[in-house]
């Protein structure tokens, strides 16, 4: 079955240190995306980053990386130099290639926050 | 920077009432989805729209639910006969191709059935 995992509920970090949100995932459909969003308070959903299942190198954006390690199935995000705008609640997401769908399967979600 | 808006950012219904929330997504894109998330639980995906037709929809969009994209820019969906259980925000999101299908979301609609 196909599932998104994130076993982290909550999270602290101090400012200006760098954080690693867990995402663990299962498809047997060779082709995939992983993406992260992140939702503050507001309840807009913020699109982070993509990783393709095909991509050789970890995806990054800014101060945004993903740590793409597929023999593990873990698509863990980890932002540097947190900010107190980091804080927030992050959900992990797939989508699946192959299967001619088109929807989005979420995780549970890990609520970040940063202290001062 | 263009961006998926919604509206109204919070309705507010009585139970068995009908309600449509709106949504214009970007306007180059061509893929259209609604999802919901009851308070407090992960997002999950609703239905999926394209070339003015539904392509996917999942166990959740039963009858009373329905989307339309009556014009060029809107993207609606209805809910015939609202149920308490139909309290959630509702996010729409669009996305402009199938390659990596990066989907922006709007702000979403609050629903509260009373």
């Known amino acids: 079955a196909q599932k998104i995992t994130q076993t982290q509920p909550g999270m602290f970090v101090q400012e200006k240190e760098a954080v690693t949100l867990d995402c663990t995932y299962d498809?047997?459909?060779?082709?995939?995306?992983l993406f992260w969003y992140k939702q503050p308070s507001s309840g807009e959903m913020i699109f982070l980053i993509y990783?393709?299942?095909?991509?050789?190198q970890n995806a990054t954006e800014g101060r945004y990386s993903l740590n793409f390690q597929k023999a593990r199935k873990s698509a863990n995000l980890v932002i540097s130099a947190s900010q107190l705008g980091d804080s927030a609640m992050y959900f992990c997401?797939?989508?699946?290639?192959?299967?001619?769908?088109?929807?989005?399967?979420f995780g549970t979600g890990t609520r970040l926050k940063v202290l001062a | 920077e263009p961006e998926v808006t919604q509206t109204p950012s919070h309705q507010v219904t009585q139970m068995g009432q009908e309600v449509i929330l709106r949504c214009v997504p970007i306007?180059?894109?061509?893929?259209f989805y609604w999802y919901r998330q009851i308070l407090g639980q992960k997002v999950e995906f609703l239905v999926s729209?394209?070339?003015?037709?539904?392509?996917?929809k999942s166990e959740i969009f039963d009858d009373q639910f329905s989307v339309e994209r009556p014009d060029g820019s809107n993207f609606t969906l209805k809910i015939r006969s609202t149920k308490l259980e139909d309290s959630a925000m509702y996010f729409c999101?669009?996305?402009?191709?199938?390659?990596?299908?990066?989907?922006?979301f709007g702000a979403g609609t609050r629903l509260s059935v009373l």
């Open positions: 999101a669009s996305s402009v191709n199938l390659a990596k299908n990066i989907q922006y």
């Open positions: 498809t047997s459909d060779p082709s995939y995306g």
């Open positions: 990783q393709g299942s095909y991509d050789q």
């Open positions: 997401a797939m989508i699946l290639g192959l299967s001619g769908t088109y929807k989005y399967i």
């Open positions: 306007s180059n894109h061509l893929y």
């Open positions: 729209f394209y070339n003015n037709e539904i392509s996917e």
